[in-house]
């Protein structure tokens, strides 16, 4: 959370336009994902400790309940991203942060692999805080204002992608993984108490220039230009997670648990350290900067293949962090211009959809890459993703603005 709030410091420079929506207000609605992330990001990595005490002895079925929330947190994205555009983003961020606590007691209180399993498939059905949140700013923050927030949010799940696991460990001899859902669910409850605090975001029309060209004649961004890429980027990048540490134990025998934590947590510190510069450097050119991360993606998850001692692992890491930064920073610019004009819910939903989407081929490709060549073949497919990705990114007729769509209410 600390290095969630003090790499905002900046975020509402440029345009913050809504109903009492200021920078505490968007700092509380990413500290309140970034809690109540902690049980989805820190728990999962433990589930070969979880399930051999629910009957599953060999925790043969780690691999598949590690995506079964984000399979249906992507199927639900788009159905409650349209039911906040009707009912009210504010309420249907609540409901995704009280939906996570009832699904984390459940899961914490299973006692079977039936109910652990239904308590997971719960987790994503009623989760969705990414996406709410997301919808929630988006309803209330325009252009500058709202990719700021949007990089600040990626960068709270950055964060604690890094700490979770960490914390969840570290209180392993006390509690069991098992157990530390229910203890958890208090997180995604303390958020939900903090959120109901905010108010419900009502964007103000800006006020156009004399000469400014009439709305209904500007054309929409290109939402299949940022899905396209939002995909690919997911797929390229959480590729190379499952098998990354048993590629470092392989290339660099005797290496202690922790260096390969820290090599693991590289990119992501990076974007923390590096997000709100590089806002700066691509918010006028976020394609170029898409093109840029692509570039970086593929050279660093292609130098994993040669790396074979911690200083060159280090280099490939901190040239994948460059390129998850720009990456994921451009995308959400590009972001926050799609949804100008656009009903946030669903959009932003439809989006999650598409992420947890890549985020799942992303496993099924790493697990059968792997089994077939080991743990590079991850890293290479991601490599060669990302270079047809960044091919891609070139053919000006994707980046073509469409014209502009009515709405109905």
Known sequence: MMATASSAHTLTEGPTVGAGLGRRQVHAVA???FVASFAALGLPPYLTEI?????????RWAGLLYVVPTVFGALGAPLWGRAADRFGRKRLLLRAQLGLAVSFLLAGWADSLGA??????????????????????????????????????????RAALVLAPIVVGSLTPWISPHRQYALLAVLPLAAAAMLAALPEPTAEPAKPAPAEVPDAAVPLAPLRALYAFEFAFVLSTVI???????????????????VSGALFALPHLC???FALRVHQAVERRPMQGIAAGFGLVALGLAGH????????????????????????????????????????????????LVSKGGAV?????AAAGNSLLGPPAPLLTGAA???????????PALFRRSPRIRWSR
């Open 51 to 59: 399930l051999p005490d629910l009957g599953d002895a060999s925790a």
């Open 31 to 33: 500290a309140c994902y």
């Open 361 to 365: 081929a992303a496993g099924l490709a």
């Open 271 to 273: 974007y923390l350290l």
């Open 385 to 395: 993703i990302a270079l047809i990705a960044l091919a891609a990114a070139t053919l």
């Open 305 to 352: 293949g040669a790396a074979d001692s911690l200083a060159a692992f280090t280099v490939v890491r901190l040239v994948l962090g460059a390129g998850l930064t720009l990456g994921l920073v451009s995308l959400s610019v590009l972001a926050a211009e799609c949804a100008h004009g656009r009903p946030p819910g669903g959009m932003f939903g439809t989006l999650e």
């Open 116 to 157: 652990f399993v239904t308590a997971l498939v719960l987790q994503g059905v009623l989760g969705g805080t990414f996406a709410a949140s997301n919808g929630y700013l988006g309803a209330a923050l325009t252009g500058s204002g709202l990719s700021r927030a949007l990089t600040l949010m990626q960068g709270a799940a």
């Open 240 to 258: 190379s997670f499952p098998y990354l540490i048993a590629l470092i134990e392989d290339r660099i025998p005797g290496v202690s648990p922790v």
